[in-house]
């Protein structure tokens, strides 16, 4: 345990560094809940994308210093679950539903309808960095399939023509 | 807090309820939502506001009132007249209508099969209760079934009453639920776990959402019996955090259930001890999947590992722990109430109680239902679920999600229970359930469930993941025209291969959808190869050879 000691101050220090900002006190403070112990990572993790939209890889080396695990490890465990994404989200975001329920009513010619609008494919940004196109694998709203979320916004029984026009106005928005 | 404060709670509530002459109950749950069931929910407390109605009627959000391709659903009682499709145009005329009967134009009918062929038990207060007030949950009897548990029974007699109900896992494999119980209380460990998986993984499946939205504290109660029943002092919920309302609804559950004294020391002035405290998954399919859930919570990859050890015995952290899912939990209270022989009473022979299902896809009447297990598929489909939208053709039901199978036509009067649905080569699964109608290619439902296997494999074993890489891409050639006699040969070679040798129940059950396909449907498969022609019309043939 001697041996530990010193990361564990190091750790310490980079912590009252990154006090100060308002975003990283909440990232500190999942961390501190839980005893800075190993297993608080997927946990600290949910709040640093929560925070910040993504996993950046600078984060990534400050979790794994404080919570004391091998930055290997946080990159596994970051790059293994979906939910985790390494790169800035897009000003909007339009998730598509791709749960069973929504595939067999047309999510699939959504998708095709959104890619050939904005010329990108699921999990990618706009060059622009106004729009990211997700997929999700359920959104549990199968009652109202087919299902996007747009901005956050569950929309259900959605039609690729009302997708487009809000996709438009988001390219607008950005413009103007 | 003792059962005395608990009945007096119960009353003032019950009172209070029934000092408004009509109670105006709003679906908040995620279906309805959806469609701005908070926003009409808003105008009718605006508007009894403008009337000056605030003394005679009460506006309350409540969980899931099931019909969810009718929503936003809109409940008044006591007169029992439920509204579908409610828009904040309509809250006017809603509230004029209350003394003078239904509004003709929304009402739904009472008597529809929908309501009428269902039993609710796991969803008793869904629709009833708000699901973020604790003093709801305490007027429907909530909380008493855990003070019986804890001052008028051993441990052994709570594990003796849930092994005599007969009940069974609702996570998929319908193991029985009291020998899992009965296994963790006989390990010898000071520290024990008790672990509820919601990880609802399945797409097509939203059962466990509805309930942890619409009834969290059935849950957290289920799990504080559990926790006496096997000697556990902790507990953990793995939700998804792909459902932020259900987190935020269990949290808030917590922190009401710690504040009474539900959950913490000395539980109901006894020695008894139990904190529940929430983890998010990541989005990973395999974690629904018992070891690789317990690595997942420990903050490491979500793999599987070998099994025995089995949990019961060396689980979280290497301590013996107890993993149920949210259905089989929601199900202990009224068990522990009503007794095991009245459970025992409901279902068939070997599957007892009842299934909730997320009935979606081609049918009318989506949303989600409770049926006594062995009700027929017919009976599902064609009176709950209102028939096939635009009164088109049934070919085929897929329960069990990617881990499951399709039940043809010819299966339709099958008694929905464990044995009857392993027979025609599906499972129960969670109890998503997904209609199919002639517009639906089998072909491309069972490439849709291996492109989703494929991409969720952990990658631990090579089955598993080479298999369903390699089963992908034959059906891939089959769907895109280039498929050849020998690739069907091969496909099912592969199926057999990936379903016996692979370490994990997602590696073992992947090839599912694709020999019950196969099993059913095989006339769909042969036109793909031998005719090149999709019979539904979904596959592009050809598309492959000009991309190549």
Redesign the interface.
Known sequence: MEALKPIAMKAQDETSKRIDDPRWRRVNRVMRLHGY???????T??MVQDTFGFLELETLKYVAQTLQ?PLS?VY??AT?????TLKPPGRHTCVVC????C???GAANIIGDIEQSLHIGPGETTADGAISLVT??????????P?VVLDG????KITPAEILETLERWKTDDAG | MTLDEIREIARIEADREEGYRHRINVCVA??C???QSASVKEAFEKEIAKRGLENWCRVKGVGCLGL??G?PLVAIEPAGILYHTVAVSDVSDVLEALDDGPLDRLVCSGEMPFFKRQKRIVLENCGRIDPERLEDYIAAGGYQALHTALTRMSPEEITREIEKSGLRGRGGAGFPTGLKWSTVAKADNETKFVICNAD???????MD?SVLESDPHRVLEGMAIAARAVGANHGFIYVR???PLAVKRLKKAIAQAEHAGFLGNNIFHTPFRFDINV???????VCGEETALIA???????RPRPRPPYPAEAGLWGYPTLINNVETLANIVPIIREGSQWFAGIGTEKSKGTKVF?????VNN???IEVPMGTSLREIVFEIGGGIKEGKQFKAA?TG?PSGGCIPEHSLDLPMDYESLAQVGSIMGSG?M?V?DE??CMVD?AR??ME?CRS?S?GKCVPCRVGTTQIHELLGKITNGTGTAEDLTKLEELCDLVKHTSLCGLGQTAPNPVMSTLRHFREEYRAHIEDRFCPAGVCRMGRGKEGE
Request: proline share 2%; hydrophobic share 40%.
């Open positions: 112990k190993p297993n608080a990572l997927i946990e993790l949910h695990v490890r596994a465990v293994f679950y979906h939910f985790f791709m749960g069973t329920a595939y067999i009513s999700a694998r359920c959104l549990g709203s199968c009652g109202l399939a299902a916004e569950i929309k259900g | 995620a279906g939502l959806s469609c969810c391709s929503g609802e993984g399945d797409p097509g499946a939203f959402r955090a792909e459902y983890r998010l998954g990541a989005g990973a399919f997942s919570i420990e903050g490491k990859l979500g997320a009935l979606a896809g081609r989506t949303g989600l897929q999600g998503g997904i199919m517009t639906s439902v849709y469930f989703f969720e952990c």
